[in-house]
């Protein structure tokens, strides 16, 4: 049979132009789509937010319970390395819920979050390590195990937040790196602040040695658990596939988790 050359195929009519043409740019923007999810999904900070989101959250309110405490809380203009004045709330507001009486924090800088701990335990020893004063990074003969946050250790003046008020006689400075610091010189704490080096190694290193120093019974809390450390995410998510019920705390770069007996 033979085609009727006088009818223009379908493609070539005004209209068959055009669906082509809508047809064509629908198929590049899938296209795109495509490419541009392959792309994110490949890309570390998109492995971060997924392994985060993992995570549960659980909300301030219900870590606390039927508990009210009531804590000294010093709001100010945020400066790198210390925590936000919402994120010190919370981690106060835990601490004195808790009443721990000896308390470990990891990484003192300047000591604003001692000071605090200190102010609001009104007896308890709060121990605190930091790297010695004079750690140089050029001069670090290595502990085996990767450092982070070179521009805070360069700028840090352990303990400026303390020093010389009432509290510092309850704060136990201690200095060395936590790879190789002997964790039993901070007595018995059962209340950890870890926030040193963000490294997946040293978040790993310093949350064991703190686990246990307690034997598994404590109120951990880590800082920097968010897309800028992914070193500590992928830490506190290993934690958590242990069995163990760790949580972020809603709307902060904070996890949570209180053990209470040997795990
Ligand atoms: C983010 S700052 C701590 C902030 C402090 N916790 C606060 O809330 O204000 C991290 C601190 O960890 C210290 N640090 C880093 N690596 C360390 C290590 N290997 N051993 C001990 N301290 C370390 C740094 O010198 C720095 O002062």
Same mark, same amino acid.
């Given at each position: 049979m033979e085609l009727n050359s006088s009818i223009a195929p379908v493609s070539e009519t005004p209209q068959g132009l055009a669906a082509y043409r809508r047809l064509r740019a629908f198929a590049r923007c899938v296209m795109d789509g495509i490419t541009k999810g392959r792309e994110a999904a490949l890309s570390p900070s998109f492995e971060v937010d997924r392994e985060l989101a993992r995570i549960p959250e659980i909300s301030l309110e219900r870590i606390l319970g039927d508990r009210w405490p009531e804590i000294k809380l010093t709001v100010g203009r945020y400066r790198p390395g210390m925590l936000h004045s919402e994120q010190a709330m919370a981690v106060l507001s835990i601490l004195v819920a808790e009443g721990p009486k000896e308390v470990l924090e990891i990484g003192t800088y300047m000591g604003n979050t001692t000071r605090q701990m200190a102010e609001n335990l009104p007896t308890a020893i709060i121990h605190t390590v930091d790297l010695p &004063?004079?750690?140089a990074a050029e001069k =670090? *003969?290595?502990? #085996?195990i990767p450092k982070d946050d070179f521009h805070l250790i360069k700028s840090r003046v352990v303990g400026r937040e303390y020093l #010389?008020?009432?509290e510092a006689a309850r704060i136990r400075q201690h200095f060395g790196d936590t790879a190789t610091w =002997?964790?039993?010189?901070? #007595?018995?704490?059962?209340f950890f602040f870890i926030d040193g080096s963000h490294t997946y190694e040293y978040c790993k290193n310093d949350s064991e040695k703190c686990y246990e120093l307690c034997n598994g019974c404590g109120t951990f809390l880590w800082h =920097? &658990? =968010?897309?800028?450390h992914p070193g500590v995410v992928r830490f506190v998510s290993e934690w958590r596939s242990l069995g163990r019920d760790l949580m972020r705390? *809603?709307?902060?770069p904070i996890a949570y988790w209180k053990g209470a007996a040997v795990q």
């Open positions: &004063v004079d750690y =670090d *003969e290595g502990t #085996g #010389g008020r009432p =002997d964790f039993t010189n901070a #007595g018995r704490p059962d =920097d &658990v =968010d897309r800028g705390i *809603e709307g902060m």
